[in-house]
Nanobody
Framework: QVRVMESGGGSVQAGGSLRLSCAVSGLNPNIAHACLVWFRQAPGKEREGVATSATVAGLPVKHYADSVKGRFIISQDNDKNTLDLQMNSLKPEDTGMYYC??????????????????????YGRGTQVVVSP
C-alpha cells in the first residue's frame, strides 16, 4: 500500500519562507524511479501543478510552474524516500492546500508544461499554507 504524507504547512507573512516535506512509502520499486509532484489548490480554484521531480540516469529532472520559478525549489531524497518543497519569497497568491503526489510511472514527469501533469496515482491529504499580506 502506497502512503503519502505531507508536513510543514503553516502561516507566514508575504516575503517569508516555508518548507514542506513529504514522506512516501510503499511505492514499487521506490521513489528513485518515480514521478513526484507538488500540487496546490487555492479556495475556489482548480488544483494546479507546482513542481515535479524525477531522477533520470542518476540526475534530477525538475519542472516548475511559471508562477513559482525562481522562488520554489523541489528536491527529493531517494535514500529517505522524501520530497521537499522549499518556498521562498512567498506571496498571498501562494495560499492554498498543498498536496504531494507520487506515481511509479516516471514518464508522467516527462512534460513540456505543468499543465501536462495528469493522472498521478497517489496523493497525500494535503497541508495548508496561508500567506498574509
Amino acid at each position: 500500500q502506497v502512503r503519502v504524507m505531507e508536513s510543514g504547512g503553516g502561516s507566514v507573512q508575504a516575503g517569508g519562507s516555508l518548507r514542506l516535506s513529504c514522506a512516501v512509502s510503499g511505492l514499487n520499486p521506490n521513489i528513485a524511479h518515480a514521478c513526484l509532484v507538488w500540487f496546490r489548490q487555492a479556495p475556489g480554484k482548480e488544483r494546479e501543478g507546482v513542481a515535479t521531480s524525477a531522477t533520470v540516469a542518476g540526475l534530477p529532472v525538475k519542472h516548475y510552474a511559471d508562477s513559482v520559478k525562481g522562488r520554489f525549489i523541489i528536491s527529493q531524497d531517494n535514500d529517505k524516500n522524501t520530497l521537499d518543497l522549499q518556498m521562498n519569497s512567498l506571496k498571498p497568491e501562494d495560499t492554498g492546500m498543498y498536496y504531494c503526489a507520487a506515481d511509479s510511472v516516471q514518464r508522467k514527469c516527462f512534460i513540456t508544461t505543468m499543465r501536462d501533469v495528469d493522472n498521478i496515482a497517489h496523493y497525500g491529504r494535503g497541508t495548508q499554507v496561508v500567506v498574509s499580506p
